[in-house]
Every structure is written in structure tokens, then in C-alpha cells.
């Protein structure tokens, strides 16, 4: 199965979960991820900000930030093709709609990779090597390979996003662990 094909099939699979449905997986996932002690640990995480067809992530960004932690939020540079990790403090007044009405930090503050404990990463699916299946922009992947990367590498994605395996390249980096609603998966041990 072709990327192309596998993400055309996710989608569906994701548009048919009821909106209730949603919440109560987002709620369910939300708990897993902040009993993780990757996340426990970490001091300065990177959290994707949620679409509409994602599992929300509204709830860790707010939780992160009532655990002291230094929070950033990608923002992506489509002319570079390339991604920073921006400081937030107050999502309510530092993300707004931007290209896709994707909500993007409106801060200046940029933390180096090197600096990230731990890194909250959307996908389409992931597979049981790990493997991640992504929008295909690449993005994260080239973030994920600049030198002095060490964080903690966590999907969060609906169990239904879990799959045997998925459709990868040699550039592809895999991940080091999935939350869902139902479960932690991790595929690797992990030393930062």
C-alpha cells in the first residue's frame, strides 16, 4: 500500500469517529501521556496543536503548562520547508490560524532541538516498529534529524491509528513510543 493510498484510507477511518466519540478518546489518551515519565521527567516538551481531524491535544498544552513545564508549538516554514519549536505560555493569546488554519505560536521565542525533552508528534499512523506515518510534508522528520536531537519521540494519535505497518522510507524517523486512548506502545528503550 502506497503512503498516498494508506492516508486516504486513515482519514476515512478517522472522519467516521463520532464527535463524543472524540473527546472521550482525547480525555482517555490525555491521561495516558501525563502518567508517562518521558513526560514526567521532561522540562521543555513540544506539543503539536491539534486539527480537527487529530486527536485534540488541547488538554496536555494546558496541563503542561500547569506542570511548570516550558512549553513550545511547531510552527512550520513552508518556503524553507523547515519547522521551529516556538515558546508559548498563554495558547489563548500566542496561537493563531495561520496557513490551513493550522493555529500557529505568534511568539519569538525559539528553542534550539537540542534543547527539547520531549516532543508530542501528529501522524496519520504509526506502525508496531514505530514507524510514522505523517501528512507527507516531511516536516517533522527533518526536524527530528538536525544534530543534537535527543528528545523523546511520542505520537498521539486514535487506536485506530495503530496499525501492522505502514508505507516508509529510509528517511522516515521512526518514533519512540505511541499514546491512543486505549494504550502505551513503546518501541524502543530510550536514554536522552
Known amino acids: 500500500m502506497e503512503k498516498a493510498e494508506a492516508r486516504r484510507r486513515i482519514k476515512l477511518t478517522v472522519a467516521g469517529i463520532a464527535p463524543e ?26 506539543l503539536f496543536v491539534s486539527m480537527p481531524d487529530e486527536i485534540d491535544t488541547g488538554r496536555i498544552i494546558t496541563q503542561a503548562l500547569e506542570d511548570g513545564k516550558r512549553v513550545a508549538a511547531p510552527k512550520v516554514n513552508r518556503t524553507a520547508r523547515s519547522m521551529d519549536a516556538l515558546e508559548i505560555t498563554d495558547p489563548a493569546a500566542q496561537l493563531r490560524p495561520a496557513a490551513m488554519g493550522i493555529r500557529t505560536p505568534v511568539t519569538n521565542r525559539i528553542f534550539p532541538a537540542e534543547e527539547l525533552d520531549f516532543v508530542l508528534v501528529p ?4 506502525d508496531v516498529q514505530g514507524r510514522r506515518l505523517g501528512r507527507g510534508g516531511g516536516y517533522y522528520d527533518r526536524y527530528m534529524s538536525r544534530p543534537g536531537f535527543r528528545a523523546f519521540k ?15 522510507n529510509d528517511h522516515d524517523v521512526p518514533v519512540d513510543a ?6 502505551v506502545l513503546r518501541f524502543r528503550d530510550f536514554k536522552s
Open 154 to 168: 511520542c505520537v498521539y494519535i486514535y487506536d485506530v491509528q495503530a496499525l501492522g505497518s505502514v508505507p516508509c
Open 123 to 126: 501522524a496519520r499512523a504509526v
Open 178 to 183: 505511541s499514546v491512543t486512548e486505549k494504550r
Open 21 to 46: 466519540q472524540r473527546r472521550e478518546c482525547s480525555a482517555a489518551a490525555a491521561c495516558r501521556l501525563i502518567e508517562m515519565p518521558e513526560y514526567r521527567q521532561a522540562e521543555v516538551v513540544m
